[in-house]
T-cell receptor, first 114, second 114 residues
Framework: KNQVEQSPQSLIILEGKNCTLQ??????????LRWYKQDTGRGPVSLTIMTFSENTKSNGRYTATLDADTKQSSLHITASQLSDSASYIC?????????????FGAGTQVVVTP | DSGVTQTPKHLITATGQRVTLRCSPR?????VYWYQQSLDQGLQFLIQ???????AKGNILERFSAQQFPDLHSELNLSSLELGDSALYFC?????????????FGSGTRLTVV
């Protein structure tokens, strides 16, 4: 079972509107949680990184929140733009001695329409 | 430009053939990670190298192999290619041998097997 679950799988929003993406994880203990934006056919680009002790992190119109108690994170997009159309991926880094063990969610596909 | 360079950007080859994908990490990064992303699928971790040594293995097929050279660039070799190997292959790099904050993806190589 995937240790990082994202919802919704996809969503369509009107330009200028806000939206919130969800990420639930079971990875424990974890070192940090990241949100990436991936444009179609391109490599993922980091939006935010939060340690387990942080509750919120902003990057322009993107705001990520983290509740380590409930193991939930959200990514809020404010005043969406057409360029926000992309897949948004939640990634959790376990706090272990293992390497290369990032746990990836399947992503939420966001489509912003005019 | 993320600083992680992948070549070629596109590759079309026939079933049964062998190809080599190349990745040059960001300057100063010692770790290289390889990922596979099939159509509409999440990122699947394949393998990690740190300073020339293999550090972690994920869901990498026996037909696939990789190495990291003294100049720290890495190559992913895919042999006996099958139609199902068609995917985007991403490389990422980081400074340390653990997936730390400076984790950066390249723009990927799109492999099409016909």
């Amino acid at each position: 079972k995937n240790q990082v679950e994202q919802s919704p799988q996809s969503l369509i929003i009107l330009e200028g509107k806000n939206c919130t993406l969800q990420c639930n994880y079971t990875v424990s203990p974890f070192s940090n949680l990241r949100w990436y934006k991936q444009d179609t056919g391109r490599g993922p680009v980091s939006l935010t990184i939060m340690t387990f002790s942080e509750n919120t992190k902003s990057n322009g119109r993107y705001t990520a929140t983290l509740d380590a108690d409930t193991k939930q994170s959200s990514l809020h997009i404010t005043a969406s733009q057409l360029s926000d159309s992309a897949s948004y991926i939640c990634v959790v880094s376990p706090r272990t001695d293992s390497w290369g063990k990032l746990q990836f969610g399947a992503g939420t596909q966001v489509v912003v329409t005019p | 430009d993320s600083g992680v360079t992948q070549t070629p950007k596109h590759l079309i080859t026939a079933t049964g053939q062998r190809v080599t994908l190349r990745c040059s990490p960001r300057s100063g990064d010692l770790s290289v990670y390889w990922y596979q992303q099939s159509l509409d699928q999440g990122l699947q971790f394949l393998i990690q190298y740190y300073n020339g040594e293999e550090r972690a293995k994920g869901n990498i097929l026996e037909r696939f192999s990789a190495q990291q050279f003294p100049d720290l660039h890495s190559e992913l070799n895919l042999s006996s290619l099958e139609l199902g190997d068609s995917a985007l292959y991403f490389c990422a790099s980081s400074v340390s041998d653990r997936d730390g904050y400076g984790y950066t993806f390249g723009s990927g190589t799109r492999l099409t097997v016909v």
